[in-house]
C-alpha cells in the first residue's frame, strides 16, 4: 500500500469549514446588496494574467509577491495579486460595451506571496468598488456615502472615515519648493499612524530639511474640526482652489445628510501610492483602532493609460473581506448561527424511507430546508448529529403513527414534543416555532 | 510616452461583463439555495496547492493540463484542476471537526490547460455536491433527487438522468471472465454516445472477444423501461445480488415521489474513471441532447484514501457551470433582464446635488435601488445613460418644483410621467409602477 500523503495546505492559505464559509457568504451578500441599491453592478476577471498586463503599474514592489510562472504554451503569466490593476485592462477593453460613468463591484480572491508572520494570508479575497468615466465632487461623495452604508449594512457605526485631497498636499509641497520629492514625502507622512511623529519627523528633516519637515508636519496635523482643519490647509497650500472648494462641496453634502459625524478631514492621509491624484481616504472602526483601515481608497486621473489614450478618471475603495470578518467576529457582529436545515427528519424504521422522502418533499415544498437521516443509526447518534448541525427541529414517524397518518415534532432546542400532528399541523407547527411566516409556491 | 500594453486575456480565460455576471450569480444563487434546502452546506479551498496533494489521484492524464510551478519559496505547487480531488484533502484534515454523514456544496473556479479548440475554456467553474460518510441506497438516491430538483429550480423539467451502477457491470465481466480488462472496457463502453456502437463493437471485440463484444454491447442496451433493463443485467450479472437490489429500491422511491420519468436505467453509462464504484449517473436535457451531459457523478467507496487511514464513501455529482448558462441561454431560460438599478435621479441643476442626494437616499430607505448622476450633462445624454443600464424609472427635480416641494417620475419604459408628486405619493407610484410590496426597513 502507498504511503500516505499528508493533506496540508500551502502556507498562507487556508481551508473554509461551513461556518466560516457561510458567514463569508452572509457579509458578501450584504456588501452586493448594498453596492447594488447604488446602482453598482458586478464584473469578473480571470485569476491568471499575462504578467505584462499585471506588471504594467507599480513591477517593483510587487514583483517579488507575484505569483509568476510560464504556462505550458510557454507564455509569461501571473496570479492576479490585486483588483485594480486587472479593471483597468478591463476598461481598456470593453469600454466600447459599457457606458460611462460605469460603476462597478467586483469581490475575488487575490494572491501575494506575502511574509505570512504578520498574519497575513496569501490567498485573501478584496472587495472592490469604483465610479469611472467621472470627475465630479459628487461620484467622490458618493464612494464616501456608500463605504458608510456598507459598513452601516454590516451593522457597524462606530467608524469613522478619514480624509484629504493629494491636490492640496501636492500644492503646499510645491510652496515648499519640494514638489519634486513629493512621492517620497507621501509615502514618509503616510507612515505616521504606524511609526509615529517623532520618526516620521527625523525622516522628513533629511528628506526636505528641518523648517520644511516642520511645515510638513503642521500640515498632516487636523484641527478640531472639518472646516477649522480646511481653513488651515487652504492656507498652507497658497489659498483656494477646485482642490479645497470640492472638499468644502463634499462637507456641505456630509452635513445636508446629517452624517459629517462619520467622517474627518485627515490631512496625514497620503496613501503611499503615486496612483492617486484627488481625493484619499482609509477608515477605522473606534472599537478596533489596532487593526488599521478597513477600507481604504481614492481618486484617480487616468485608470487604464498603460493600455489605452482613452483618459479614463475613476475613484473608487477597496474592503479587505477577510480582515472585515475578522473584525465583525471580534466587535460580536457575527450572528449566532444555527442550522441551515431547519427540519430534520429521523430515520426510525428504514423501511419507511420513502416515507420520510415524501415527508421532507413536501416540508421543502412549503419552504423549510429539510433533511433525512439516510440509513438507520442509533437515535442517540442522530440527535448527536442533529445537534452538531444545530438544527432546531426535527420529524418522527413510526410505523404505528404512520397507520394512523400523523407524526411527531420535536423542538430540539426546548425539548419540547407535539404528538399525533397530521402533516398540514406539522407545517403550521413548525412555522410558528420557527416565526417563518407562510411561503407562496 | 510609453508604449501601449495591449489589454488581453489568455486564451481560454474570459472576463465576465455586468450581464453575464449577474446571470452567473442568479443561477449560483438558484443552486446554493437548492443544495442548503436539502441541508448541504458550503466549503471552500485554496486554489493553489502542493501539486503531490493534487496529483496523488489519476497523475498522468491530468499532468499535461497542470497549472504548475515553483513559488518564491520553492514549493512544487499547482492550481487545482477540480473540486474532487481538494474535497478528499480537505476531509483527511478536518473529519475530526465535522459530523458524519457530512454534505457539502462547492462551487468555484478550476483551472485546466485544455485545448480550446473544442470550445473549452481554462478557467471555468465547477459547482459539487457530494454526501459523504454513508454507503446507503438512501444517500444514492437523495443526490439523484438534488440533482432533479437543481435544474427545476432553474426551470428546466425536460431532462433525463441515465444511470447505472458499476458493481452490476463488473460482476457481468467477471462472468464472462474479463474482469482484469474492467478498466479499460469501461472506458471504451463509455464512448458509446460519442463514437456510435461500430466503432465501440470493434474495439471491444479486439479488447475481450467476439462474443464478449456481443454481450456487453447487449448488457449496455437499455430496455423499453426500468425494471425489465433491471431484470436483464440482473441475469447477465449472474442474478440479484446487493447491487441489483439497491437499484429496485431506489427506483421504488422514485415511484413514491411520482417522479420516475426523469430518470432511465442506462447500463451504456459507465463513466471513465476507476474511481466509480456504485451507482454512476449522467444528465442530458431533452431539447439540447447536443451538448452532452450536464451534471454527472457516482459513487465512490473510498474518497480520501491517499491521505488517511479513515474510510470515507461517499457519492457526489458535479455540474459545469458554464455550460450549464450557456444551455439556459439556449433554453430561453435566461430571464429577460431589468438593470439593477430601479430609480435613476436625474441631475437637472449641479447647485441641487445635495437635493438629489437626500431623494436617493430615501428612495433607498423605502427599498428601492436607486443612483443618481453625478454630474450635469445633456439630459439626451443622461437618458441615453438609464436606457443603457435598463434602469425603468426617473426621478427629476428642478429649482421650481424644489420650491414647491415636488417632483415628477417618468416610467422610462412606457414615457408616462407622472408631475406634481410629494416624496411619500412618489415612493407609492414607485411601488406600484415597479409591482413591489412595502418593505419593512
Known amino acids: 500500500m502507498a504511503e500516505l500523503i499528508e493533506p496540508r495546505v500551502l502556507k498562507g492559505f487556508r481551508d473554509f469549514l461551513p461556518d466560516a464559509e457561510l458567514e463569508r457568504k452572509r457579509v458578501q451578500g450584504i456588501l452586493e446588496d448594498t453596492f447594488e441599491r447604488f446602482g453598482f453592478v458586478p464584473i469578473d476577471t480571470p485569476v491568471l494574467e499575462y504578467t505584462e498586463v499585471l506588471l504594467g503599474k507599480g513591477g517593483g514592489e510587487t514583483d517579488k509577491q507575484l505569483y509568476r510562472f510560464q504556462d505550458n504554451g510557454g507564455r509569461d503569466v501571473a496570479m ?178 446629517g452624517i459629517e459625524g462619520s467622517y474627518m478631514l485627515d490631512p496625514s492621509i497620503t496613501r503611499g501610492l503615486d496612483y492617486y491624484t484627488g481625493i484619499v481616504y482609509e477608515t477605522f472602526l473606534l472599537d478596533l483602532p489596532g487593526i488599521g483601515s478597513v477600507c481604504s481608497g481614492g481618486r484617480y486621473n487616468d485608470l487604464a493609460s498603460l493600455y489605452t489614450k482613452e483618459r479614463l478618471p475613476g475613484v473608487g475603495s477597496s474592503i479587505g473581506l477577510d480582515r472585515l470578518l475578522a473584525a465583525l467576529e471580534e466587535l460580536g457582529k457575527k450572528p449566532e448561527r444555527t442550522g441551515v436545515t431547519e427540519i430534520f427528519v429521523f430515520c426510525l424504521e428504514e423501511p419507511l424511507f420513502g416515507d420520510y422522502l415524501s415527508l421532507a418533499q413536501t416540508l421543502r415544498k412549503a419552504g423549510f430546508a429539510t433533511e433525512v437521516f439516510p440509513e438507520q443509526r442509533k437515535l442517540s447518534n442522530q440527535f448527536s448529529f442533529a445537534e452538531k448541525k444545530k438544527i432546531p427541529l426535527g420529524v418522527f414517524l413510526g410505523s404505528e403513527e404512520k397507520s394512523r397518518g400523523v407524526v411527531s415534532l420535536r423542538d430540539l432546542r426546548t425539548r419540547v414534543t407535539y404528538e399525533n400532528l397530521t402533516p398540514a399541523s406539522l407545517i403550521m407547527k413548525a412555522r410558528e416555532l420557527l416565526g417563518k411566516h407562510s411561503l407562496k409556491a
Open 80 to 257: 492576479r495579486f490585486d483588483l485594480t490593476v486587472p479593471f483597468a485592462r478591463f476598461m481598456a477593453a470593453h469600454v466600447q460595451e459599457l457606458y460611462l460613468p460605469f460603476k462597478r463591484y467586483h469581490i475575488a480572491k487575490v494572491f501575494r506571496g506575502e511574509n505570512t508572520q504578520r498574519g497575513r494570508f496569501r490567498e485573501f479575497t478584496q472587495c472592490d468598488f469604483d465610479i469611472v468615466g467621472v470627475d465630479s465632487p459628487a461620484a467622490d461623495f458618493e464612494i464616501l456615502l456608500l463605504m458608510r452604508e456598507s459598513f452601516h449594512a454590516l451593522g457597524i457605526d462606530r467608524l469613522r472615515i478619514h480624509l484629504s485631497h493629494r491636490g492640496i498636499f501636492n500644492r503646499a509641497l510645491q510652496r515648499l519648493g519640494i514638489q519634486e520629492k513629493a512621492v517620497e514625502v507621501l509615502r514618509t507622512v503616510d507612515k505616521i499612524k504606524k511609526i509615529g511623529e517623532e520618526a516620521v519627523r527625523e525622516q522628513l528633516v533629511e528628506l526636505a530639511g528641518k523648517g520644511e519637515a516642520e511645515e510638513i508636519l503642521q500640515f498632516g496635523k487636523p484641527e478640531p474640526d472639518f472646516l477649522s482643519t480646511l481653513n488651515k490647509i487652504t492656507e498652507l497650500a497658497g489659498g483656494p482652489a477646485e482642490d479645497t472648494e470640492r472638499l468644502k462641496q463634499i462637507y456641505q453634502w456630509m452635513v445636508d445628510l
